[in-house]
């Protein structure tokens, strides 16, 4: 008698359907990545709209881009899915679960992937993003550098390239802690003007109005450029 209970008992196990594997929940972190946030690279010059989602996938969870943003950026064609473990990489993924972006937090609200073949690509929630940024032909002009009222150099921005960035051309009479720096170039990174010297680290101004940008990090005695 026990060993027909045993038989049956075996008999309804093999019949029962398979059981489905549960969904991991989503922890504290990625639920803080769930909306919508700007996809863009370095310039913002390419942005568009990633939509995180609770849906899964066969990869991980749903990611919904918006139109056009394939066209710009081909790799999210190829996106199946997010994950985000718990003190880990945000990583958005094929259909075979390779990782085609690593998303690292840099600061609160941004997302960082430096992307062979691409660039850096950036994630980043709409307060962080703030506003589009200017193009550069809006900032092309003649500017004046100063620090409080003293005028230390007179430049010219241009719209036309220069290597890699754009070109810049400094007027006689600068002060000589300018001129030696020989800045020759020009480029917007995210928000901040960025003046470009023959050697060592740019020149990083934020934009304080429609005609000055205050040089980074600030200080007591700040340096200026102001627009003519």
Excluded: H
């Amino acid at each position: 008698m026990v060993r027909l209970v045993t038989i049956a008992f075996a008999a309804v196990l093999l019949a029962a359907p398979p059981a489905r594997a549960q969904a991991p929940t989503l922890g504290d972190a990625a639920q803080g990545i769930l909306g919508s946030w700007e996809f863009s690279n370095a310039d913002r010059d390419k942005r568009c709209t990633a939509t995180f989602k609770t849906d899964r996938t066969a990869v991980g969870y749903k990611v919904e881009f918006d139109a056009g943003c394939g066209a710009l950026f081909p790799l999210v064609n190829e996106v199946a899915g997010w994950v985000f473990p718990d003190n880990d990489l945000l990583r958005l993924l094929d259909a075979q679960g390779r990782a085609l972006v690593e998303f690292s937090e840099v600061e609160t609200g941004i997302y960082e992937a430096p992307t062979p073949g691409v660039g850096v690509l950036f994630l980043q929630n709409a307060a962080a993003a703030g506003p589009t940024p200017k193009p550069p032909a809006e900032l092309a002009g003649d500017w004046t550098m100063r620090r409080g009222n003293a005028i230390l150099c007179a430049l010219t921005l241009s719209a036309n390239p220069s290597g890699d960035a754009l070109a810049l051309a400094v007027k006689p009479g600068c002060a000589a802690s300018v001129a030696q720096l020989n800045f020759a170039q020009w480029r917007l990174d995210r928000d901040e003007l960025m003046l470009v010297p023959a050697r060592g680290n740019p020149w990083r101004f934020e934009e304080i109005d429609g005609t000055t940008w205050r040089r980074l990090p600030e200080t007591a005695d700040p340096i200026t450029l102001v627009r003519q």
